[in-house]
């Protein structure tokens, strides 16, 4: 297989073969004759974790099933299918998903697998909305988990490493409309001294900054217009003396917000306000690394002036950075278990050796906050690091061997970073 590259086009994925299925049968079949097979979502990832090599296996090719349980409040998907599709299938029948991360491009199976999340101090991230999954596991047989299966826990955010997660039922609720605002220049000092009452002050909060300038570049606050999440801000008026911008602003100076949902207190559906970025536009840059670090929400204050006295050495390759918060959940390998968290995202330029020469000093800097990377990002911790952040990995790693013996879904990324040896 050649030329397939992720996303970000850092990873060029040493496969020997992808392969599209049209039908279940198809992939219990390539895992069970397969020697090494993962599963391919959308490719947002930007490290090597979705790579083998042997098999990749996309599932873009199988027929998209959206089944709508409207007195359970949950519906059931295809592993493979993008949120910004569920998403608008989702609001035409009134209904919707707690949350969402920065761009409705990902796959729901690859986001859940990572732990992916949107921010929101009560707001837990988009794997913890899963009731329910269906794999093919490393024999070609399918499993089917749901919450009150003993070992859920640990599959959910499992970095693909018990199977093809086929179908995935996530929690729904009914449609929100959300109202997105943007203020300018917030004081570090004033985000110092409120940081939850600043977090917690809309249902989800975003910070924006390139931890050089001397506040906050922009704070980004969506709000439910149903009053559940709070007030919504008075127009025109300041937060905590940040100004409201007076257009729509792209998170990145001086790039266009056209790529950028609705903001400027306009109401719109939860589908179109959550995201920072629209589907039909390229999220981010679009040439960029990334890299973020996950830790208790109620270290906020000292790790963000720990990573503020790094500044010098961030800023030159960055892009810009996000403040995002998320709420605790049960789920094993997730970065936000049985922790209210905050996470400090960074969008790096293309400088993949000197990003990964700066990472270790970003860990060192955040490691009395034990702070957990990013599944689907570029980290340095290795096994014998991230074994001490995840009470429950040593459970994981019985529930891998249970479910896949001869190793078919692990890759030199697991054995590194997760399984060691
Ligand atoms: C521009 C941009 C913005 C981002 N914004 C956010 C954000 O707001 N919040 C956040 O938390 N993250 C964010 N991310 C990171 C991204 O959400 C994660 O990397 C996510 O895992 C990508 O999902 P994917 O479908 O592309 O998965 P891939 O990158 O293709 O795969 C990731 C992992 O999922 C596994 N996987 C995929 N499909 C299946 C399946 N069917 N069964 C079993 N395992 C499977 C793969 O094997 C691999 O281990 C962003 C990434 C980009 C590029």
Not at 50 to 74: F, K, N, P, Y
Not at 349 to 362: N, Y
Not at 387 to 404: G, I, Q
Request: net charge negative; with cysteine; charged share 20%.
């Amino acid at each position: 297989m050649r030329h397939h590259t992720n996303w970000a086009r850092n990873i060029e994925y040493s496969a020997a073969r992808l392969h599209r299925p049209t039908s279940l049968d198809e992939v219990k079949e390539i895992v069970a004759g397969a020697r090494a097979v993962r599963a391919l979502g959308s490719r947002h990832s930007f490290n090597t974790l979705a790579d083998t090599s042997g098999d990749l296996i996309s599932l873009e090719a199988l027929r998209q099933e959206v089944v709508l349980d409207r007195q359970a409040r949950t519906v059931t998907v295809r592993g493979g299918i993008r949120y910004g599709e569920l998403a608008a299938r989702l609001q035409a029948e009134g209904f919707a998903l707690a949350n969402l991360a920065s761009l409705p491009h990902i796959s729901v199976a690859g986001a859940i697998a990572t732990a992916t999340h949107g921010s929101g101090n009560t707001n837990r991230n988009l794997a913890a909305a899963v009731s329910g999954l269906t794999l093919v596991t490393a024999r070609g047989e399918m499993l089917t988990l749901t919450r009150s299966s003993p070992e859920f826990a640990g599959a959910v955010v499992a970095l693909g490493a018990l199977g093809i997660v086929t179908s995935v039922t996530l929690d729904i609720e009914p449609s929100f409309d959300v109202a997105v605002s943007v203020y300018e220049h917030l004081a570090w000092d004033t985000l110092l001294d409120h940081f939850d009452a600043i977090s917690g002050v809309a249902y989800s909060v975003s910070l924006f900054t390139n931890w050089a300038r001397d506040s906050v570049d922009q704070v980004w606050l969506k709000q439910r217009v149903d009053g559940s999440s709070g007030a919504l801000p008075t127009p025109g008026q300041d937060f905590h003396g940040a100004t409201p911008a007076p257009v729509r602003r792209h998170p990145l100076q001086g790039a266009s917000a056209e790529a950028c949902t609705e903001q400027l207190g306009l109401a719109g559906d939860w589908a179109d306000r959550l995201p920072h970025f629209r589907l039909g536009f390229t999220p981010s840059r679009g040439e960029e690394l990334q890299s973020e670090y996950i830790l208790p929400r109620v270290h906020a204050a000292a790790a963000i002036e720990a990573v503020r006295s790094l500044a010098g050495r961030i800023e030159p390759l960055l892009q810009i950075a996000e403040i995002r918060t998320m709420a605790a959940d049960d789920l094993w390998l997730s970065m936000n278990y049985l922790e209210d968290s905050v996470g400090f995202h960074f969008t790096w330029k293309l400088l993949q050796p000197e990003v990964e020469a700066l990472l270790p000093v970003i860990e060192e800097a955040l490691a009395p906050f034990r702070a957990r990377p990013h599944w689907g990002k570029l980290f340095h911790a290795g096994a014998d690091s991230i074994t001490a952040l995840y009470e429950k990995l040593p459970d994981f790693v019985s529930l891998a061997e249970r479910l896949d013996p001869e190793h078919k879904f692990r890759n030199d990324f697991l054995t590194r970073h997760v399984f060691g040896g």
